[in-house]
Each structure stands twice: as C-alpha cells, then as structure tokens.
C-alpha cells in the first residue's frame, strides 16, 4: 500500500488501523516494522512518539521509496530478510509486523528472530487474515491461518498473548465543524460510536495478536480509523450520473419502441409484408 497512489482505496483505511493500534505501544521506545514496504507505516509510529522505528523489507525498491518519502529523524530503512533480521539482539522493544507472516514459509524461523531483536520486556504486535472469512486463492500467500491456528502458533512462543480482531466497517459520521476542523485524532475522544459489527470473534476478517515474553502491563485500547469519505461522494455521484443516463437512454428506447410500433401499424407496411410473403412463395423464373 502506498498512500500516495491508494489514499482513496478501501484498503488504505485497513493498513492505516494498524499502525493507528500499535501507536498506543510505541511511545519512546525503539520499533522494528518488519516488511515495512513503502515506510509510510514507520514514519506514523515515529510521528506518534516512537524514539526510534526500523524500517525492513526485502524489497530494495521498497527501501529506496521509504528513505526518500518517509525518512525522519527518528527513522531508519534497511533492506533484509525476515528469517534474519539484520539487527542486533535484544536491541528493540517493539516489533510490528502487519500481513506478512502468510506470505512466506519459515514461519517457526521469522517468530525466533522476533524473539531474538526483541528485549525480555519486550513485545510483538502482529496480522494476518482469518481463513475462513478472507478471500481465498491469493497466490501470494504460503500458509495461512485461522483463529484458533494462530493462537496455538503464537503460543509457542510468547506465554503472554491477547486477540484483537480488525474488520472493513463502512462509517457513517456526523461530525461538528470544530471537530472537521480538529487537525489531531484527540476530537475522536468526544464522538459516540455504536457498534453493528459481529460479536464472533471468528467472523472478523483480521487477526491481530499483541505477545510478550512477561506479562503485558497496560491496558490495551481497541480503535477504529474513520475515512473522509471522499471518494464515496465521487462514487455516489458517478452512480447518480450513470443513473440518469439510463433514464435518458430508456426514454429514447420508449421513443423508438412506439415509432416502430407506429411504423408495424400502417397500411403501408402490411401491404409491404404482404408482398413480402408473396415473392417468397411464388418463386420467380430466371430469363436464359
């Protein structure tokens, strides 16, 4: 996802609620964002209190693009392999990993790396889509996961685990002016949000699983992003337009229909069907 070609795309908003969750964690302290792609998740956990955010991804181009779009003070952006994390031991306190452990095999290796870049105090925030309620037969992914499948999995390796569960909610927002305004996330604080989204865990397209080597010592808050809606309106007025074409268009068939209908109707062509069916019966003679 590059937000500079995909802000409008629905799944903007999915990459983006990722790093708006994980944001609640990073607060001074130093974060790997494995397959990092574009960095644009990275440079959003340094704006929002991070020391430090590692960026890697295996992609050199993806690294190119990081460093000259999202390069900050408190980012760096490497090119490495997810089953040999390019950094030291116990050298960061966060790892954020988002929609990555289905794409490759290995997955015992990539989480012992994780264990191993990570403190003792230190903790994993990680996605991946839900079997049964994702799309099947993307060609990209190696092994994927159900709920239960992924709990059992993480477990091997952290004692410490709690479940959050992401899905597309479409939004519908009424908002102040000041709150339209409000250049922060603060003005969320003091907006109502009624749920209508499943209480089945299983049912939610995305896992996420925050995991720790000790207990997790702080309450962890859920949170939605919510989209401008702009592209919506472009849709809804492109619909109301392709609407109104068809009227046009069944208006002037309406119109059509009757001139023919007109046209079957007259003498002159019941008299010209019925010549029609005479030289078809009476079979001209040819001259020699």
Not at 110 to 135: C, Q
Not at 156 to 180: M, R, T, V, W
Not at 244 to 273: C, D, F, H, P, V
Request: charged share 25%; proline share 3%; net charge positive.
């Amino acid at each position: 996802m590059i937000p500079e070609f995909d802000k409008e795309e629905p799944y903007y908003l999915e990459h983006i609620a990722r790093y708006a969750f994980a944001a609640q964690f990073v607060k001074n302290k130093t974060v790997l964002d494995i397959a990092c792609g574009s960095g644009y998740g990275s440079k959003y956990l340094a704006d929002h209190g991070a020391a430090r955010v590692i960026g890697v991804d295996s992609s050199d181009e993806a690294i190119r693009y990081s460093n000259k779009t999202y390069s900050t003070a408190r980012t760096r952006y490497l090119v490495g392999d997810a089953h040999a994390i390019p950094l030291d031991d116990h050298s960061v306190d966060i790892v954020v990993s988002f929609e990555t452990i289905e794409h490759f095999g290995g997955q015992d290796v990539f989480l012992k790396e994780v264990r191993r870049v990570l403190k003792d105090a230190g903790m994993l925030i990680i996605s991946t889509p839900n079997v049964p309620v994702y799309p099947s037969g993307n060609q990209f992914h190696k092994k994927e996961f159900t709920l239960q499948g992924f709990k059992a999995f993480l477990a091997q390796y952290f004692p410490h685990l709690c479940f959050f569960y992401q899905n597309n909610i479409i939004s519908d927002g009424i908002s102040s002016e000041d709150q339209l305004q409000e250049k922060t996330d603060a003005c969320i604080k003091n907006i109502d949000v009624y749920r209508s989204v499943s209480q089945n865990p299983e049912q939610h397209r995305y896992i996420l699983g925050v995991c720790s080597k000790q207990p997790i010592g702080q309450t962890v808050r859920s949170s939605i992003v919510i989209g401008d809606g702009t592209k919506l309106n472009r849709l809804d007025a492109q619909v109301f337009e392709l609407q109104q074409e068809r009227a046009r268009a069944q208006q002037k068939m309406g119109k059509l229909e009757a001139e023919i209908q007109t046209i079957y109707n007259s003498r002159s062509w019941k008299i010209a069907t019925f010549l029609h069916k005479v030289k078809t019966k009476i079979p001209f003679q040819k001259k020699k």
